[in-house]
Antibody
């Protein structure tokens, strides 16, 4: 079955960077893209960006342009999300999700990133 | 103005039908778009409930149904159950194929 397993919680200081991994299994990695979605405490879902599992093409929401980098490693079927210059309002749960018929059909369990001095 | 507008909350008694609306800003989403719906319980990842406006993934109960008309989409829960108390989000894409979520609707079972 399709599974997306994310790396563990992170605590970072303002100005630092964080890298979250999303290891996939149960499907052909290169056939689907991975989106990253975050959810701040008590808030709604916010789409951050998408990366193709086939060729690494990316699409980012304007809000994160310049701070966000999405990458993949097809040899380990893993996607990565790196967010730089962290601020306190970046504190959130970060999810990876695989596309299914243009929707997000499979989700990782989420990774809590806390930004605090 | 939000791109995808949802009511903050809806409520209903067990057995009733509740409908959650999602109105799209067509200048950003475009004239033809598909809407997807997700259910989220506190502390868990969202779950795909409806894709392509009306389609239910395998395993989603039949009491959940989606519809779309013009620039609005709706999620109906027929025969509301206590276990349906959760947050629900609509989702689509803008003209640049960037995903967008609605602000979410909390469903309360009275």
């Amino acid at each position: 079955q399709v599974q997306l397993v994310q790396s563990g919680p992170e605590v970072k200081k303002p100005g630092a960077s964080v890298r979250v991994s999303c290891t996939t299994s149960g499907y052909t990695f290169t056939n689907f893209g991975i989106s990253w979605v975050r959810q701040a405490p008590g808030q709604g879902l916010e789409w951050m960006g998408w990366i193709s599992g086939y060729n690494g093409n990316t699409k980012y929401t304007e809000k994160f342009q310049g701070r966000l980098t999405l990458t993949t490693d097809a040899s380990t079927t893993t996607a990565f999300m790196e967010l730089r210059s962290l601020r306190s309002d970046d504190t959130a749960i970060y999810f990876c999700a695989r596309s299914t018929a243009a929707a997000l059909g499979y989700w990782g369990q989420g990774t809590l990133v806390t930004v605090s001095s | 103005q939000s791109v995808l507008t949802q009511p903050p909350s809806v409520s209903g008694a067990p057995g009733q039908t509740v409908i959650i609306s999602c109105t799209a800003n067509s200048s950003i989403i475009g004239a033809t778009f598909d809407m997807h719906w997700y259910q989220q319980f506190p502390g868990t990842a969202p779950k795909l409930l409806i894709y392509g406006n009306t389609n239910r993934p395998s395993g989603v109960p039949g009491r959940f149904s989606g519809s779309k008309s013009g620039t609005s989409a709706s999620l109906a829960i027929t025969g509301l159950q206590a276990e349906d108390e959760a947050d629900y989000y609509c989702q689509s894409y803008d003209r640049s194929l960037r995903a967008l979520f609605g602000s979410g609707t909390k469903v309360t079972v009275l």
